[in-house]
């Protein structure tokens, strides 16, 4: 029995099995996240909203707060002990989802997606720094990719789950399902994850000290490979999260569909796709790295510039099928960047640092693309109603495809900057 026990706690420790939780962790963000983009338009007939409102709910309803507390927990993340706050994250996030089911007005709704943000601001930046203390700059890349692995599957389960059980129980009954396997999983990590020595990666002896806000900020500002890796996440997230929310309302109105038939093809599509293009850009990326550093970078801004032609070949074919194919390379495009470009931000960074650098490119770009984007495309589809019909929501989710061109072009004008930025994290 005693070598059993041992034999798990070893295994409970390794770097695999803590990736393995971590990544079951970021997909259940996910799902509670982007549950809602499913029901949309049940939720908006329900309540009787505008497009509008609930472009709001479903993205400045979740950003406002975690856009408040993202750095004050990334901060401190960086001195104290992730595996807690990941842990007190999830158990958070989840039973304000679950809140989500109770709900019964908007501003009810409302009030439970602060709630889902203030739990997931103790979500990414915590994990993220805990991968890189225990994979080398070597492997970084392929182990944020496999990290962003978590998106994929949340975004299958949310998907499944939101259509499915609103098809048979209704909306309210999917936010509850969503919401109670975290509970679980959190007490599954608390007590199977220990927290890892900062720094551990390094193959040389590195500061590990967290410099005061002043002298951090003024250290990130300083790297333009930082800075213009932030702003190309601006643009991309947009594309991300302003596309996602809307899928859904847009395969209902434009081809017709159920939201059970909605979860089935968006759930397979994402699914089968984003495995693809998430592993293969994090490999793909580490594999070029080693011969030119930039390349760490150039291979998630093609694949975000090809994601492109996706969006409009979805926004703008006739048939269904065909709007499959664009919604295919988008789901495999455009999730490629995120994986790779943290784990070079974290190389780009101070140790002591790496927590807060994620939780501000989350928390800007988040802001602009998961805050911005459904809100924006929900504005346009009200304005432009009166002239346009129902084609009106071609023409406002086709914003996307420019957005994400741009942001791969900023990550090219990154790369030649990553160098000197990884010099000066020695230098300084």
């Known amino acids: 029995m005693e070598n059993r026990d041992a034999e798990f706690a070893q295994r409970a420790t390794s770097p695999a099995y803590v990736l393995t939780m971590l990544t079951i962790i970021y997909s259940l963000n996910f799902l509670d996240r982007t549950v809602i983009n499913i029901l949309i338009d049940p939720i908006k007939a329900e309540y009787h ?51 989500g089911g109770v709900a019964r007005n908007a501003v009810q709704l409302t009030l439970s997606r602060f709630g889902v943000g203030v739990g997931e601001a103790a979500g990414t930046a915590p994990s993220t720094s805990l991968i890189s203390d225990i994979f080398p700059g070597s492997q970084r890349a392929t182990a944020m990719a496999i990290y962003q692995l978590g998106p994929v599957f949340g975004g299958f389960l949310g998907s499944f789950i939101g259509g499915w059980v609103n098809h048979y129980y209704g909306w309210h009954q999917a936010f509850l399902v969503a919401g109670v396997p975290g509970l679980v999983v959190a007490l599954l990590f608390r007590l199977t994850v220990k927290e890892p020595v900062r720094g551990n990666s390094e193959l040389r002896k590195v500061d590990t000290s967290q410099q005061g806000l002043g002298a951090t900020m003024r250290f990130m500002a300083e790297q333009k490979s930082y ?47 984003g495995l693809i293009g998430t592993l293969a850009g994090g490999f793909l990326a580490d594999w070029a790295g080693r011969h030119d550093i930039r390349w760490k970078v150039y291979v998630p801004a093609i694949a975000s510039m090809l994601a492109f032609p996706g969006v409009l070949l979805f926004s703008f074919a006739p048939s269904l099928s065909t709007c499959l194919i664009g919604f295919t390379i988008v789901s495999m495009m455009s999730p490629v960047h995120v994986g790779p470009l943290v784990g070079v931000s974290h190389s780009v960074v101070k140790v002591g640092m790496r927590a807060f650098s994620t939780s501000v490119i989350y928390l800007v770009a988040e802001i602009f693309g998961l805050g911005l984007g459904p809100f924006l495309i929900g504005f346009a589809n009200d304005w432009l109603r009166p002239r346009l019909g129902v084609d009106v929501i071609r023409y406002s989710m086709a914003t996307a495809a420019f957005t994400t061109l741009i942001g791969g072009i900023i990550f090219c004008l990154a790369a030649q900057f990553l160098e000197r930025d990884m010099a000066r994290t020695v230098g300084d």
């Open 227 to 273: 800075v213009l890796l932030l702003i190309g996440f601006c643009f991309t997230t947009y594309t991300q999260f302003g596309f996602g929310a809307w899928t859904a309302p847009f395969l209902g109105r434009i081809h017709h569909l159920n939201t059970a038939q909605i979860g089935t093809y968006s759930g397979v599509l994402r699914t089968i796709a």
């Open 49 to 99: 909203l505008s497009d509008t409102v609930m472009g709001f709910i479903s993205g400045f309803g979740f950003v406002m707060m975690y856009s408040i507390l993202a750095a004050p927990v990334a901060r401190w993340a960086d001195r104290g002990n992730r595996r807690s706050i990941i842990t007190w994250g999830l158990v958070l996030w989840s039973g304000m989802t679950a809140m």
